[in-house]
């Protein structure tokens, strides 16, 4: 969010310097900083990493609706490398640079995992929003799929029907459609009558 977005009665302005109101999408932040979140200037205006703004349509992102609020697409975004001591290296820097402030109000937690011994790919969205005053709400999501089920032992199985049924459904259409050709309206007549006397039956 950005700051000076609340207003502090005259009397409070005595023992604090600002304060942080409510989350608002209308004020988030959406500029590029520095290291520590110094604004840029016109002698150095490429973000560090880490404090560089991406919009939605850049992250091809949707807005999120999560428990205290409804948060755009757009953010600071980190890509984490799947070495663990480059990864730890560049959390300690985003801890020394203050990239979780008291003007953050959300961070998305997102990774995809694979496991090859149940062929199933597990896909997490973990949210933890900070409440103004202090405090944290964490809400986290996994979601498991088979992409390919066609890996394993019963992958070959599994092609095989699914090409019998196949076969069986263009078969049948091929019929049908020959049928509809050659009788005509007859043929919707005949279809017709057989629905009235399925639903007959099973009424009766």
């Given at each position: 969010m950005t700051k000076g977005n609340c207003d502090l009665p005259e009397w409070l302005g005595i023992y604090f310097q600002n304060c942080?109101?409510?989350?608002?999408?209308?004020?988030?932040?959406?500029?590029?900083?520095?290291?520590?979140?110094?604004?840029?200037?016109?002698?150095d205006n490429k973000p560090d990493p880490g404090f560089a703004y991406n919009n939605s349509i850049e992250l091809m992102t949707q807005p999120k609706q999560e428990f205290l609020g409804y948060y755009g697409g757009g953010g600071y975004v980190i890509d984490f490398e799947r070495d663990a001591e480059t990864t730890k290296e560049f959390i300690d820097y985003l801890i020394k640079n203050n990239w979780v402030d008291e003007q953050t109000r959300a961070i998305f937690i997102e990774f995809l995992i694979?496991?090859?011994?149940?062929?199933?790919?597990?896909?997490?969205?973990?949210?933890?929003?900070?409440?103004?005053?202090?405090?944290?709400?964490?809400?986290?999501?996994?979601?498991?799929?088979?992409?390919n089920p066609y890996?394993?032992?019963?992958?070959?199985?599994?092609?095989?029907?699914?090409?019998?049924?196949?076969?069986?459904?263009?078969?049948?259409i091929l019929t049908e459609g020959r049928d509809a050709l050659s009788q005509g309206v007859h043929y919707f007549k005949v279809i017709f009558i057989n629905i009235i006397t399925l639903n007959y039956q099973l009424n009766n």
């Amino acid at each position: 969010m950005t700051k000076g977005n609340c207003d502090l009665p005259e009397w409070l302005g005595i023992y604090f310097q600002n304060c942080s109101g409510s989350y608002s999408i209308i004020e988030e932040e959406n500029r590029n900083f520095k290291y520590g979140w110094v604004p840029l200037n016109f002698n150095d205006n490429k973000p560090d990493p880490g404090f560089a703004y991406n919009n939605s349509i850049e992250l091809m992102t949707q807005p999120k609706q999560e428990f205290l609020g409804y948060y755009g697409g757009g953010g600071y975004v980190i890509d984490f490398e799947r070495d663990a001591e480059t990864t730890k290296e560049f959390i300690d820097y985003l801890i020394k640079n203050n990239w979780v402030d008291e003007q953050t109000r959300a961070i998305f937690i997102e990774f995809l995992i694979y496991n090859p011994n149940t062929n199933l790919f597990t896909y997490s969205t973990s949210v933890v929003e900070f409440f103004s005053g202090g405090g944290t709400l964490t809400t986290p999501r996994f979601y498991s799929m088979k992409l390919n089920p066609y890996n394993g032992s019963n992958g070959l199985i599994i092609g095989i029907m699914q090409g019998i049924t196949c076969i069986f459904v263009l078969y049948f259409i091929l019929t049908e459609g020959r049928d509809a050709l050659s009788q005509g309206v007859h043929y919707f007549k005949v279809i017709f009558i057989n629905i009235i006397t399925l639903n007959y039956q099973l009424n009766n």
